[in-house]
């Protein structure tokens, strides 16, 4: 199902980092000193234990459900910050979840892929659980490609984070099936999708469109025509609340243009657009209509800009960063052309985005960052707007980032 209106609340920037104040070194004759020590309140009482404790409501007065109600729409940095009980009902399951940056993770050559979520909040990574795996799992390096990295391919759809495709040591395609997180369930859990309704594959061309999976193109475990054309969607959502789990058939691609790298499939105005090459050397679009179920040349302006990773906000605009240039550029439908959004140094070599609440966030300098712009729109009023807020947030230590995802927060213990 959708998530609540609530959700599309971004709670970025972070908030920053919190130092606690060394403990005094232990002193021998303590106890006589505190015997010395005045008692300003000799007839107080010792505080009951904490399981003694009736627990702070949320705002005297109020029952808690009518409170969370009043405290619902204040953002989360204040929450955290003004008492306990308002930070426990920040991590309870109950509250509307806000959006969290999710990342896919290389550890190194010999390390299995990871996947972590970035609480802005507390300003810390925490790990996800370890995803069930084929025998032979997705690999991120291979020998015989010691200076490029293998794809392993994740979308966003619908509140989870699938993994569509990857390869292993072998090079053959490693999922037979999708594996899907869900970071809004209890607890957050991994599971299996349906198999795919084709062969399995790597080097295809995957994202989200209105809730469902897009997966078109590719390559098997050995080049096949009718493989290299197909298309399918798969709602997780509502695989999760019936059975059997189907995935729904496109009509088959013009050609197989799609089969020789992992592509991006982004949705914007009902359209799913997607190019076979990043970067400025020569590629070829091609645009999916959802209304009318038919495949459509992408415009000429929109395949010229294309120059490098894109991502589309709420399935609305589509945003592409420029990795020599480090412009990040939103497409206009109307006018068939891109508009420079920002242009800045730290954008430059950028390999992965993610959009969604008003935010764009770039993987830049080899994963080892991630850099957040705030796009959400300007106030009409201004003449000349300020330029966009941008940050940054470091990869787990010893991580590397190779996709990015904006999904609800997961619910955890404070």
Do not use: N
């Amino acid at each position: 199902m959708a998530a609540p209106a609530a959700a599309k609340r971004p709670c970025w920037p972070p908030a920053a980092k919190r130092h606690r104040t060394a403990a005094a070194a232990p002193m021998a004759d303590a106890p006589a000193a505190a015997e010395q020590r005045p008692r300003l309140h000799p007839h107080r009482r010792e505080p009951p234990p904490p399981h003694q404790q009736q627990q702070q409501p949320l705002l005297p007065g109020l029952p808690d459900h009518l409170a969370q109600l009043c405290l619902a729409p204040l953002p989360p940095r204040l929450l955290h910050a003004v008492c306990r009980p308002w930070r426990r009902l920040l991590s309870s399951p109950s509250f509307p979840p806000y959006l969290s940056l999710y990342a896919v993770l290389d550890g190194g050559a010999d390390s299995a892929v990871s996947f972590a979520a970035y609480d802005a909040v507390s300003g810390r990574w925490d790990e996800l659980p370890a995803p069930p795996m084929p025998s032979s799992p997705p690999r991120l390096w291979h020998p015989s490609f010691l200076s490029r990295r293998l794809p392993l391919q994740s979308v966003s759809t619908a509140g989870r984070l699938v993994v569509v495709a990857g390869s292993t040591h072998s090079l053959t395609p490693a999922l037979p099936r999708p594996v899907v997180f869900d970071p809004t369930a209890s607890p957050p859990q991994w599971r299996l999708g349906p198999p795919f309704p084709f062969a399995p594959r790597r080097w295809c061309a995957a994202g989200s469109a209105r809730g469902r999976v897009f997966v078109a193109g590719g390559v098997g475990a050995g080049y096949d025509a009718t493989d290299a054309r197909s298309a399918a969607t798969w709602d997780p959502v509502a695989a999760a609340a019936a059975s059997p789990e189907e995935w729904e058939p496109l009509p088959p691609m013009r050609d197989c243009r799609f089969s020789r790298d992992a592509a991006e499939a982004v949705c914007s105005g009902g359209k799913v657009c997607m190019v076979s090459l990043r970067g400025r050397g020569a590629k070829e679009g091609a645009v999916f209509d959802l209304e009318a179920g038919r495949w459509e040349d992408m415009p000429p302006g929109m395949l010229a800009g294309w120059k490098g990773s894109a991502a589309a906000a709420d399935d609305e605009t589509i945003f592409v960063v420029d990795e020599e240039r480090g412009a990040l550029s939103a497409y206009d439908w109307g006018g068939d052309r891109w508009r420079t959004v920002v242009e800045s140094e730290r954008l430059k070599g950028a390999a992965e985005m993610a959009a969604g609440g008003g935010r764009v966030c770039v993987a830049a300098e080899d994963g080892a960052k991630v850099i957040v712009v705030d796009v959400t729109p300007q106030k009409p009023t201004w003449r000349h707007p300020p330029p966009p807020r941008m940050w940054e947030v470091a990869a787990p230590e010893g991580k590397r980032v190779v996709a990015l995802h904006v999904l609800p927060r997961m619910p955890r213990a404070e």
